[in-house]
Nanobody
Framework: QVQLVESGGGLVQVGDSLRLSCDAS????????MGWFRQAPGKEREFVAA????????RYSDSVKGRFTISRDHAKNAVYLQMNSLKPEDTAVYYC???????????????????WGQGTQVTVSS
């Protein structure tokens, strides 16, 4: 099992930027895909971004493509989500997640995420 701890959330204005961090521990971080999801009040959790175990392949939801960037640092066992040009609709609790199978990535489906952090709140004020 992997432990995930998110940080970096906060209250920002429309158009601002934030960088979320997720520190991972408990298993070989570099072998697993990582992802970010978010959940707004009254809505279901939705996919935001994912990065393959190698760090060379990424995937984004249409709503954040071109504004958000996911990255990972194997030396620090961390994954990041750089969020630019934030909008009020980006307001949500953001969750870091880890894939359940090592060296697994599909061009057609999302990884099987099986571990989750506690979440960090992002609020974009207009």
């Amino acid at each position: 099992q992997v432990q995930l701890v998110e940080s970096g959330g906060g209250l920002v204005q429309v158009g601002d930027s934030l960088r979320l961090s997720c520190d991972a521990s408990g298993r070989s971080f570099s072998r697993y895909a990582m992802g970010w999801f978010r959940q707004a009040p009254g809505k279901e959790r939705e996919f935001v971004a994912a990065i393959a175990w190698s760090g060379s392949i990424t995937r984004y939801s249409d709503s954040v493509k071109g504004r958000f960037t996911i990255s990972r640092d194997h030396a620090k066992n961390a994954v990041y989500l750089q969020m630019n040009s934030l909008k009020p609709e980006d307001t949500a609790v953001y969750y870091c997640s880890a894939g359940g199978r090592p060296y697994s990535w599909s061009a057609r489906t999302l990884p099987d995420f099986d571990s989750w952090g506690q979440g960090t709140q992002v609020t974009v004020s207009s």
